[in-house]
């Protein structure tokens, strides 16, 4: 006797209630966070490119690399003095090829900017923002972040509609797997009939280039998540890294007993900086932040990036603003890349992964594209979703229609 058929059933009636529960998730959750992912995957468009439609749009800031040293931080913070006296220098940060950075003042508070040509030290422009004011790119990465909304809000909607996106991608592709390869399913899976039915064409749409884009949007989803859930992004470190749990992030302090004993400030950032330009030489962008003197623990921080638009390989160094000792910092953040394991790499590598810089330009293109995608796919989704209801909805009004009757005889 043959037995096969019976399991053959059982394997049917289980993949269609995992399908019949993959659709009612990938349908729900959709129209959930559709809107969300909206905002967050276009503003994800226009932020990955920030660095290159700023040197479009003000190609004054483009300051080809000369043979030569950039100018330090004491003459940087004598810059911002000038114009500035009242104001305490904050940051600043440089990349190859571009303006030099410095911002002045409280922040989010209010603070100006100074573009600086990096050799000669000449003020190229400058902003000043009031309290609450932003400039364009601000405001793309605060709807990114947390929707325009206030942060406590915004954030905890963005971090899990971004869960809940991997969800949809996921249950996305169960619904896209053909339960038969044959040549037929193949076309439909991978194709779009470009002269079919706007009906047709929106579902290939929502269908094909899912699947197309499934794997960079989780890339992007996935590292977008270490940003915002803690639970995740420890969890995610003790996988990778074989049981290692992450060290919180802490300022490293300085020894507030010898204020004012070896070094003016000025000196201290200089010596500083030279101790780290010394270990890299050849670096190709840098972010240091002045300490703040008003505050006696504050410490001088400097991270060196060695290739240009790239951050994964960058190092990190505190030091003590009083004594010039270099203070421990991160096990994580504050090492080599080289000498990091898998999973500091991994955490090293999230923002690069992120934005898809991990591959240069073809991995920015390709983010783009793949956020692009995730921004049409709840608008197609929608439609789909529409188009059914409306059939739906027709099919049974015909079945309730009533039968004419037959006239009857007189």
């Known amino acids: 006797m043959n037995f096969s058929r019976k399991p053959t059933v059982k394997k049917k009636q289980s993949r269609s209630l995992f399908y019949r529960i993959s659709a009612w998730l990938h349908l729900w959750l959709g129209l959930i966070t559709g809107i969300v992912m909206i905002i967050v995957c276009v503003t994800a468009c226009i932020w990955v490119f920030h660095d290159e439609i700023t040197r479009l749009l003000e190609p004054e800031t483009v300051i080809a690399r000369q043979d030569k040293p950039v100018i330090t931080p004491s003459q940087v913070r004598e810059i911002g003095a000038q114009k500035y006296p009242k104001l305490k220098p904050g940051y600043v940060t440089y990349q190859q090829g571009n303006a030099i950075y410095l911002s002045l003042g409280e922040g989010r508070k209010g603070n100006t900017v100074l573009r600086l040509n990096p050799y ?103 590292t977008g998540m270490v940003y915002g859930i803690k639970w995740y992004s420890n969890g995610l470190y003790w996988v990778t890294s074989g049981g290692q749990t992450i060290e919180e992030f802490k300022r490293p302090q300085s020894d507030s007993t010898q204020l004012g004993k070896l070094y003016t400030p000025e000196q201290a950032m200089d010596l500083a900086w030279g101790k ?28 060196i990036y060695p290739t240009a638009g790239k951050f994964y390989n960058n190092r990190s160094y505190a030091f003590d603003q009083h004594t010039l000792k270099e203070l421990a910092g991160n096990k994580v953040y504050d090492i080599s890349f080289a000498e990091a394991g898998f999973g500091a790499k991994l955490r090293k590598a999230n923002y690069d992964i992120h934005v898809g810089s991990i591959l240069g330009l073809p991995g920015k293109i390709l983010a783009f594209f793949g956020a692009l995608i995730g921004a049409s796919l709840p608008v197609t989704g929608f439609l789909v979703w529409l188009g059914k209801k409306k059939k739906t909805k027709k099919s049974v009004a015909t079945k309730k229609a009533p039968v004419a009757s037959r006239p009857q005889a007189v």
């Open 120 to 222: 000669s030290g000449e003020v190229i422009s400058v902003k000043e923002h009031k309290a609450g004011e932003t400039d364009f790119f601000r405001f793309i990465l605060n709807g990114h972040r947390f929707l325009w909304m206030p942060y406590e809000i915004g954030r905890p909607i963005v971090n899990y509609s971004t869960l809940i996106f991997v969800i949809i991608l996921i249950s996305g592709m169960v619904l896209w797997w053909p339960q038969k390869w044959s040549k037929k399913a193949r076309e439909q899976s991978f194709k779009i009939k470009w002269d079919a039915s706007f009906k047709r064409v929106n579902y290939d749409l929502h269908n094909v280039l899912g699947f197309y884009s499934l794997i960079v949007l989780l890339a992007i989803a996935l």
């Open 276 to 303: 780290v330009l010394a270990k890299h030489p050849d670096a190709e962008g840098f972010y240091y932040s002045f300490a703040d003197t008003s505050k006696p623990k504050a410490a001088i921080s400097i991270t």
